[in-house]
Nanobody, 124 residues
């Protein structure tokens, strides 16, 4: 059973930085897509960034975060991270770590496993 536990959310002023972490367990390295989603009340969950199994290929980023966010994976520690720089008020959301077995693409919304979420609040 894949288990995902996020940490690192919080409150920051616009222009600041935060780093989210996700401790992942129960998955087979090299077979799963790992990604970060975010959601605000009344809106659909949005794919923010995803990394391909084993770190192969180029990560996917939503247009809204390109150049500001970086997704990375520490295989030794089974940790997925999201470094968020130059944060904007519109980045305010609940952020979720997610995983799914790789199939054709990781840049998709139908992930199977989810963490409990961590809140990020950016004030202007």
């Amino acid at each position: 059973q894949v288990q995902l536990v996020e940490s690192g959310g919080g409150s920051v002023q616009a222009g600041g930085s935060l780093r989210l972490s996700c401790a992942a367990s129960g998955y087979t390295y090299g077979m799963y897509c790992l990604g970060w989603f975010r959601q605000t009340p009344g809106k659909e969950r949005e794919l923010v960034a995803t990394i391909y199994p084993g770190g192969g290929g180029s990560p996917y980023y939503a247009d809204s975060v390109k150049g500001r966010f970086t997704i990375s994976q520490d295989n030794a520690k089974n940790t997925l991270s999201l470094q968020m720089n130059s944060l904007k008020p519109e980045d305010t959301a609940m952020y979720y770590c997610a995983a799914r077995v790789w199939s054709r693409s990781c840049a998709r919304s139908d992930y199977n496993y989810w963490g409990q979420g961590t809140q990020v609040t950016v004030s202007s």
